[in-house]
């Protein structure tokens, strides 16, 4: 590789002078490569800083055929010197979460001897995927030691070991030994082999929260924010708290509870109002009889409540029950005895439908008029 990598030496040169080795038009952009760079290009599992070369933006960098390729709409002269500039938000953002996803990495191998075997850093949160589960309490404790880390406010910082050097020490790394390895060190945590920019100390990473934790294959995902990240995320979430405790005139002691009382009320209230259209759907009933069945449209019924009213109205005769709602119609046969799986296939086939269920029951959609269902019924 012919570029020289400014960002691997100091995360925080934001800004550099280079020359200019080749410049070719391709379909993404001018593809552009330079003696030295501070653009971290995308690996990792790291988005490249964004930033400008003279002024004009930066759409990607990438690493092709073993050279750092910056790609800009405008065409540079191989010779010519361009000023580089760094975003300097994105860059610390992301120094913020990679080096936070260190430690925490760190924290759950030290704790628990669980690798980290996939990770991804997006723009607002990162996930790291552990080699083995983790459970509620062991995320709980890896979080408030991370963060105890971070608070300690340690050395962060970087070193080339020869292949010898390697032999003899103890990191973590997906990455066979070779020279010219990067190790990152977080004092008394973490050594991990590693192309990004990272932080000078702990402190700065300024909170680590697991906001998220699912099943991964063998092991599990966890979604995490670090620093300004993690505070955006709290000054949302305390928001949201504030005005749900508003609505419900609770306290923060008292907000699930309150919670969980009107979700009680509202559930209370959903069952009288089912109760109700049933009700009114079977005071109202009224069927047609057919050769095969009997059948009737109740007018706006959910399905649960075409469901609901069936029991009251089974017979020996298969029964066909409708309602008409969003341009489709919800139907339920139904019969104490007969099988009314042919009927349903046939209903099915004729108006584009979605439904089955057991002989004596089933229930689906079709796409139709309610005329025309009338006239397929009366003539089946």
Known sequence: MRTKKLYEKDSYTLSFTATVLSCVPTEKGNAVILDKTAFFPEQGGQYADKGSLNGQNVIDVQIENDEIVHYVAVSFLAGEQVAGTIDRTTRFVRMQTHTGEHILSGVIHNLYGYDNVGFHLGDGYATVDTGDPLTKEKIARAEEEAN????????????????????????????????????????????????????????????????????????????????????????????LTQEAQRMLSATPDTLLSEIKRALDRLAEKEKEIKSLKVACALSSLSFDSATTCDYAFIKNADPDVLRAVAPSVTTENIRVLLSEKDDLISYVVFSSDADVRPLVKDLNTAFNGKGGGSPTFAQGKISAKKEDVSAFLKNY
């Open 148 to 239: 105890r880390i971070v608070w300690d406010d340690r050395a962060v910082y970087a070193t080339y070991p020869s292949l010898e050097e390697l032999k003899t020490l103890s990191y973590r790394s997906k990455i066979d030994p070779r020279e010219g390895i990067r190790l990152i060190h977080i004092d008394d945590c973490d050594v991990c082999a590693c192309c990004a920019p990272h932080l000078s100390s702990t402190g700065q990473v300024g909170l680590i929260k697991i906001v998220s934790a699912e099943p991964r294959k063998k092991g599990t995902r966890l979604t995490v924010l670090c620093g300004s990240d993690a505070y955006e995320n709290y000054v949302r979430t305390q928001s």
